[in-house]
């Protein structure tokens, strides 16, 4: 099991970048990295996934480092609509952990 | 629009009752997951189907029970509900069980429960 740790919380301001790390030192060798987004009263969405380097789809972009005991979620030029919570997920077999989310961390984005 | 349909979207309730929350995966999906999401907690895994069948299992109290029907649809029974049962209540549903490397859940927008 890969455990994880995230900031609680981040305030930034619309269009500025948002990098949020994640933390997983006993990431295994087989585990990949998935981060979700939610936001209040709405169920989690998945945001990107990645194995190694660096990973960039329309919406964020996740930097993992040689030794990937750790990723770096960015969001690039948020908005007011970004305000969201942010979980990051480590682990090749979810069943593992019983795909437990964590306490993710609390972006919010202000005018 | 994730493809995951739960209904109802609100639920209020008294002590004591039982309830029965519905889910339908996305069409294709034979994983069913269910979450519950407290208002000072995170995303609680309470339990996971796969093709009908009981797969993983959470911290899912005696009183809750779920199944996952032939057409891959999921119901969550909640009984003897107490007033700490008030939560949001997630199902999401995925291609397979999760055993592969970039499998990803999708969620439903939930079932808001209150229990008064």
């Known amino acids: 099991l890969a455990k994880t740790t995230q900031p609680i919380s981040m305030d930034s301001y619309e269009g500025q970048e948002v990098n949020i790390t994640c933390s997983h030192n006993?990431?295994?060798?087989?585990?990949?990295i998935t981060w979700y987004q939610q936001f209040p009263s709405q169920g989690p969405r998945f945001i990107i996934q990645?194995?190694?380097t660096k990973v960039t789809n329309e919406v964020a972009s996740l930097f993992i480092p040689a030794d990937r005991k750790s990723s770096t979620l960015s969001l690039p030029r948020v908005s007011l609509s970004d305000t969201a919570v942010y979980y990051c997920l480590v682990g090749e077999r979810y069943n593992d952990y019983k795909l437990s989310f964590g306490a993710g961390t609390t972006v919010t984005v202000r005018a | 629009d994730s493809g995951v349909t739960q209904t109802p979207k609100h639920l209020i309730t008294a002590t004591g009752q039982r309830v029965t929350l519905r889910c339908s995966p996305r069409s294709g999906d034979l994983s069913v997951y269910w979450y519950q999401q407290s208002l000072d907690q995170g995303l609680q895994f309470l339990i996971q189907?796969?093709?009908?069948?009981?797969?993983a299992k959470g911290n899912i109290l005696e009183r809750f029970s779920a199944q996952q029907f032939p057409d891959l649809h999921s119901e969550l029974n909640l009984s003897s509900l107490e007033l700490g049962d008030s939560a949001l209540y997630f199902c999401?549903?995925?291609?397979?069980?999760?055993?592969?490397?970039?499998?990803?859940?999708?969620f439903g927008s939930g079932t808001q429960l209150s229990v008064l």
């Open positions: 189907y796969y093709n009908g069948e009981e797969r």
């Open positions: 006993n990431i295994a060798t087989n585990d990949y």
């Open positions: 990645g194995y190694k």
């Open positions: 999401a549903s995925s291609v397979g069980p999760l055993t592969g490397y970039n499998e990803k859940l999708f």
